[in-house]
């Protein structure tokens, strides 16, 4: 971001003060870079279908034992053993391919 001010201040503010903060700007570029760097190094990733596992998804159309799931406003195929309505919170367990393996989540009560 300060490398982006650093160039706005270079063509908007009179000589020299452009180049000044210009300088400025890359000087300070530099820890920012760093504290970024610091920031995300040691963050896991967090993509692919590993992801979906543990998901909380809400079935479409009958689980008998294939049929639909809505997750993440997206609709997957999956499959449940014990079957489920739609309109039924689902817990991804698992995934063959890109079939969802769902089991009915639990009730939670007040």
Not at 47 to 76: C, F, N
Not at 78 to 87: F, K, L, Q, W, Y
């Amino acid at each position: 971001m300060l490398l982006v001010v650093a160039f706005v201040l270079l063509l908007v503010l009179p000589s020299p003060w452009n180049v000044i903060g210009f300088v400025a700007g890359l000087v300070l570029f530099v820890p920012e870079v760093g504290f970024w760097n610091r920031r995300v190094r040691h963050k896991p990733i967090e993509s692919g279908a590993e992801t979906l596992i543990g998901a909380k998804a809400v079935v479409v159309s009958p689980l008998r034992p294939a049929g639909q799931v809505r997750l993440d406003g997206e609709i997957w195929e999956a499959r449940c053993e014990a079957g489920a309505d739609p309109g039924q919170t689902v817990t991804v367990v698992g995934r063959d391919r890109l079939t969802l393996i769902v089991e009915p989540a639990p009730v939670e009560g007040p």
